[in-house]
């Protein structure tokens, strides 16, 4: 059972507009959230985090969002470029021993529109 | 080299070659990780090391053996492989008493098993 899940798969969105990539976790014990960003023939790479005592950080152009009632987060990003078109996956982290792993959504294709 | 360093980038192999996979951190961290990444699926841990000691193995099959030689290198030893092994192997590397457990990833090994 997925304890990470982003349900859309892909998002359309025209330049200078805003994407809202979603994602849900069934595990209260994370206290850490993380997005990724992922372009074809590389590996994903860090964006922005969210401690689970917050409810909101922002980071430039990307802002994400915590719910932690409804285990929800988005990830906001305005204005959209063409460049920001990857895959962009959801992870989450709780203490587990020596080392944080992180438990990853399936990924949403992001792709932005000139 | 700076970051997350994985080769080779590609690598197709029949089911009865041995061969080696090789990631290399030149971030200063003492964790790293063994990714596996199918099509359409989530990231899926197969290994952690903390300390240069393995801390995590995920139902991996013994065809798949990992080796941490030191805190820098991580190899992934892949013998008698199936056809359904074939996915993108990234490694990733982190601080173990990092806060959020923010991992940095290679551009992974794009793996075809014949």
């Known amino acids: 059972d997925q304890q990470v899940k982003q349900n859309s798969p892909s998002l359309r969105v025209q330049e200078g507009r805003i994407s809202i990539l979603n994602c849900d976790y069934t595990?209260?014990?994370?206290?850490?959230f993380l997005w990724y960003k992922k372009y074809p023939a590389e590996g994903p790479t860090f964006l922005i985090s969210?401690?689970?005592?917050?409810d909101k950080n922002e980071d430039g152009r990307f802002t994400v969002f915590l719910n932690k009632s409804a285990k929800h987060l988005s990830l906001h990003i305005v204005p959209s470029q063409p460049g920001d078109s990857a895959v962009y996956f959801c992870?989450?982290?709780?203490?587990?021993?020596?080392?944080?792993?992180?438990?990853f959504g399936s990924g949403t294709q992001l792709t932005v529109l000139p | 080299e700076t970051g997350v360093t994985q080769t080779p980038r590609h690598l197709v192999m029949g089911m009865t070659n041995k061969k080696s996979l090789k990631c290399e951190q030149h971030?200063?961290?003492?964790?790293m990780y063994w990714y596996k990444q199918s099509a359409k699926k989530p990231l899926e841990l197969m290994f952690v090391?903390?300390?240069?000691?393995?801390?995590e193995n995920n139902s991996v099959p013994s065809r798949f053996s990992p080796e941490c030689p030191n805190s820098s290198h991580l190899f992934l030893h892949l013998h008698t492989l199936q056809p359904e092994d074939s996915a993108l192997y990234l490694c990733?590397?982190?601080?173990?008493?990092?806060?959020?457990?923010?991992?940095?990833f290679g551009p992974g090994t794009r793996l075809t098993v014949l």
């Open positions: 595990n209260s014990m994370f206290d850490y």
């Open positions: 090391y903390s300390l240069e000691e393995r801390v």
């Open positions: 971030l200063g961290h003492n964790a």
């Open positions: 990733a590397s982190s601080q173990a008493s990092g806060q959020g457990g923010e991992q940095f």
């Open positions: 969210i401690s689970s005592i917050k």
């Open positions: 992870a989450a982290s709780g203490s587990s021993g020596s080392a944080r792993q992180l438990t």
